[in-house]
């Protein structure tokens, strides 16, 4: 017989980490700062631009990815104007400066 009471029964709680998805990352962190002196003297090989686009790539591991909050308001003359309220660097600004470093590089 189907559910039909759109409850949940049974299961994982909403929110909780997968077990696997929890081991996983405690082995990746522990790969990482057991081989971290040769991750660090590798990435010192690269050019400048390969060298922030690894960094830049690592750190989506590390630091939690921010959604950027957008403020639009109108002006009595019709004008939009848009106002950022996220702090970090959103995915659009990453884009940006690794096309400016792959210009200038």
């Not at 909050?69 to 959103?90: A, K, W």
């Amino acid at each position: 017989m189907a559910n039909t009471t759109k409850q949940k029964f049974g299961g994982q709680t909403k929110g909780t980490t997968n077990k696997t998805t929890a081991e996983l990352r405690e082995k990746f962190s522990l790969l990482l700062e057991s081989n971290f002196d040769k991750l660090q003297k590798d990435i010192d090989l690269l050019e400048p631009k390969d060298r922030i686009k690894t960094i830049l790539e690592l750190a989506k591991f590390v630091v939690p990815t921010l959604r950027a909050v957008e403020l639009s308001t109108e002006d009595g003359n019709g004008f939009n104007t848009v106002i950022n309220l996220g702090s970090g660097i959103s995915p659009e600004e990453i884009r940006y400066i690794q096309a400016e470093l792959e210009a200038k590089y």
